[in-house]
């Protein structure tokens, strides 16, 4: 009798362990998707700012003078802050008054797989002009700390 007790909780054991590891696999599998349309999203962007841009200068249209409204001093400007396994630094250069790029120069503590999903945020903030993005699901910590040091660089670039 006892002998069948612990068979039944042994197999108990493992249905719940199939379980748990289904539903892990399940969550990783939503997540890869969701990387892979924001990784969509974001290249149809950038596909319909170049036809804005191509238009703008076919049809002879200027954009207003964005320096005069620029809020940031042009430069390169460092900024840390904690992401998901440490210090994240990144990189923030500032062109005619504009984040013209970010580039993650140090992240040692990070898992590469969430610090490279995380840097799906770094396009919204150039898109935005501005850090006030949301994070990115699936890898929060890590786009925050993204997010964050970015806000302490540019808070170094303000005029």
């Known amino acids: 009798m006892k002998d069948l007790m612990v068979r039944i909780f042994s197999v108990l054991l493992i249905v ?25 999203l974001q290249y149809s962007k950038q596909e319909a700012e170049y036809y804005k841009t191509q238009f703008i200068e076919l049809s002879g249209i200027e954009e207003e003078n964005k320096e005069s409204e620029s809020k940031y001093n042009d430069g ?22 504009s984040i013209k790029s970010i580039n993650v120069t ?6 590469g797989a ?6 799906d ?13 949301d994070t990115v699901s699936g890898a929060t910590f890590s786009s925050t700390g993204i997010k964050n040091a970015t806000i302490e660089a540019l808070s170094s670039a303000e005029k």
Request: charged letters at 25%; a negative charge.
């Open 16 to 40: 719940i362990a199939l379980i748990g590891y289904n539903m892990t696999v399940q969550v990783r599998e939503k997540d890869n998707e969701i990387a892979k349309i924001n990784s969509q």
């Open 76 to 97: 390169i400007y460092e900024g840390t802050a904690m992401g998901f396994g440490g210090d994240i630094t990144v990189s923030v250069e500032i062109e005619n008054g």
């Open 106 to 111: 140090k992240a040692s503590g990070e898992d």
């Open 114 to 119: 969430y610090l490279e999903m995380a840097k």
């Open 121 to 133: 945020i770094i396009n919204n903030i150039i898109e935005a002009g501005d850090a006030d993005v």
